[in-house]
């Protein structure tokens, strides 16, 4: 048996990646799951059914920029274990927020830049 695999049955965590069209309900998944959940988005992503449906048990945390994103792990760090499920929906969205994030704190600092777009 292979390292990596002998090593998922000792580990606390579960490492899931799911993958599928949009509008194929990722985000209800996430939602279902059993316990407390925390979904960490891009402001672009919407998750008011599920939420209207349980926000006593499933619980947001919308990032735009690196900043929340470290205070989101800073706070998994010190207090995850208040949630059984920890989702990071959709990593495409949020991957475009956190570049351009970063490519506007490289135009703040050096605006000839720019010219490179944004």
Not at 49 to 60: F, M, P, Q, T
Request: negative net charge; aromatic residues 8%.
């Amino acid at each position: 048996m292979n390292d990596h695999i002998k090593g998922l049955d000792s580990s606390p965590f579960v490492n899931i990646c799911v993958y599928a069209d949009p509008g194929t309900g990722k985000t209800r998944l996430a939602g279902t799951s059993p316990g407390k959940v925390l979904i960490i988005r891009p402001p672009q992503e919407h998750t008011d059914s599920i939420l209207a449906k349980d926000r006593s048990r499933v619980k947001e945390w919308i990032v735009d920029d690196w900043a929340m994103m470290d205070e989101a792990l800073e706070y998994l760090r010190a207090e995850g274990d208040n949630h059984d499920w920890v989702w990071l929906d959709c990593i495409s969205l949020l991957q475009d927020v956190l570049l351009d994030d970063i490519w506007q704190k490289v135009i703040d600092e050096k605006p000839h830049r720019k010219q490179f777009g944004i």
